[in-house]
């Protein structure tokens, strides 16, 4: 069974600067999607970003960014220029190809800005 | 309204009375789905609907039944529920392209917080 895993129950940032958020997944499956799911305080889950893992080339959406090392099974994010509306839970999830019903999330990471 | 909406947002029910969850999408999406967050555990993924059709139960228990009476509305209809099924219930929405819906982002709903008593 595919099981994605946060290892950082929570994490703490300084406005403006970088923090990194760790996803690791188990998979026997070679085509699949990951995500990175943020849920602030209102709690209505949006999309940060997404990578097909056929591709080789980390995602990026504005100051959000990836590590995606698939060989690893490890897929972070990145967030440079911390905002304080940054401030959520963020989740990892992971959508096989195969199966539609397939998709796991991580238990999250929830993230502190400090002014 | 815009994206996809739940009714009611919190519920309270006792365990022998039925009530059902519903949620409706503004996207134009052909892919539904229901999901349960319970404190301090993953999201779990309950139902999925491709083109009103149910693809599989997650293996849930039959307390709840899921309704996709067209593609932008889906209802949870909740019946003798156990208090650890106190929970926050979030709908999602995602298209569908070339057949598949497997890589599209999903959109949530605000979710209903659900206790039962």
């Known amino acids: 069974a595919q099981t994605v895993t946060q290892s950082q129950p929570e994490m703490s940032v300084q406005e403006a600067e970088t923090v990194t958020l760790s996803c690791t997944y188990d998979?026997?499956?070679?085509?699949?999607?990951l995500f990175w799911y943020k849920q602030p305080p209102s709690r209505q889950m949006i999309l940060v970003i997404r990578q097909e893992a056929y591709k080789q080339q980390n995602a990026t959406e504005n100051r959000f960014s990836v590590n995606f090392q698939k060989a690893a099974k490890s897929f972070s994010l990145k967030i440079s220029d911390s905002q304080l509306g940054d401030a959520a839970m963020y989740f990892c999830a992971y959508r096989s190809a195969d199966h539609n019903n397939d998709m796991r999330f991580g238990a999250g990471t929830r993230l502190t800005v400090k002014p | 309204e815009t994206g996809v909406t739940q009714t009611p947002r919190h519920l309270v029910m006792g365990m022998t009375n039925k009530k059902s969850l519903k949620c409706e999408q503004h996207?134009?999406?052909?892919?539904m789905y229901w999901y349960k967050q319970s404190a301090k555990k993953p999201l779990e993924l309950m139902f999925v609907?491709?083109?009103?059709?149910?693809?599989e139960n997650n293996s849930v228990p039959s307390r709840f039944s899921p309704e996709c009476p067209n593609s932008s509305h889906l209802f949870l209809h909740l019946h003798t529920l156990q208090p650890e099924d106190s929970a926050l219930y979030l709908c999602?929405?995602?298209?569908?392209?070339?057949?598949?819906?497997?890589?599209?982002?999903?959109?949530f709903g605000p979710g209903t917080r659900l206790l039962v008593l």
């Open positions: 999602a929405s995602s298209p569908i392209l070339a057949g598949v819906s497997y890589g599209e982002t999903q959109y």
């Open positions: 996207l134009g999406h052909n892919a």
């Open positions: 998979t026997s499956e070679s085509d699949y999607y």
């Open positions: 609907y491709n083109f009103k059709e149910q693809t």
